[in-house]
């Protein structure tokens, strides 16, 4: 009987933390809420009651890579996933752009996923503090600076020819600095 409990037990311990790593996106992606071409749906002011309004839509898979935008966004949140920043401590919803000087950070048995606008991703493992120092994108030439303030982080780097192009980690105990791939960073502030 204690078995069995076990079982179920580590089952949905593996089914709740295991998700497929995603992609960059591609660089001539559009995020949806920038894309040019969207125009705001209209409803006629007496509209024949049998016929719906037409909305916006965008022509894209759910296997698709994740539109750009031009700030850092929060793409993925599952869980407590808060931000802080000049405004104030919030908690932060899949969508929403996260500006340079915010630090997010997720609570227990919480991840989250940060689309940048180059192209990278940024996934963040539960009770993990990362803040957002400075990101700036223009053409193929990209800074970003991201601190690992506790906890654990996985970064999908895209690629970036543009010659002085930098994509930097710090953490209390070292800067990593990278042009491109896969990379996993941890920070263990507690000792445990």
């Known amino acids: ?18 998700r497929e790593p995603r992609e960059a996106p591609a660089r001539d992606a ?5 894309a040019p071409d969207a125009a705001p749906a209209e409803v006629a002011a007496n509209p024949e009651p049998d016929v719906a309004p037409q909305f916006p839509t965008l022509d894209v898979a759910p296997d698709d890579p994740v539109p750009l935008a031009a700030d850092p966004w929060l793409a993925f949140g599952d869980g407590t996933v808060h ?10 919803r899949e969508g929403q752009a ?31 503090e990362i803040l957002v120092r400075k990101v700036s994108v223009a053409d193929d030439l990209r800074r970003i600076e991201l601190t690992l303030l506790d906890g654990a982080a996985r970064f999908v780097v895209a690629a970036s020819a543009e010659a002085g192009s930098v994509f930097l980690v ?17 920070v263990d502030l507690d000792g445990h």
């Open 1 to 18: 009987m204690r078995l069995a409990a076990w079982l179920c037990l580590g089952a949905a311990i593996a089914a709740s933390g295991c």
């Open 30 to 34: 559009v995020h949806p809420r920038s």
């Open 83 to 92: 931000a802080v920043d000049a405004a104030g401590e919030r908690e932060l």
């Open 98 to 128: 996260v500006l340079p000087g915010t630090i997010v950070w997720t609570g227990e048995f919480s991840h989250a996923e940060l689309d940048l606008p180059d192209g990278s991703l940024v996934d963040l493992d539960e009770m993990t």
């Open 170 to 186: 710090s953490t209390p105990v070292g800067i990593l600095e990278t042009t491109e791939g896969r990379v996993s960073v941890e």
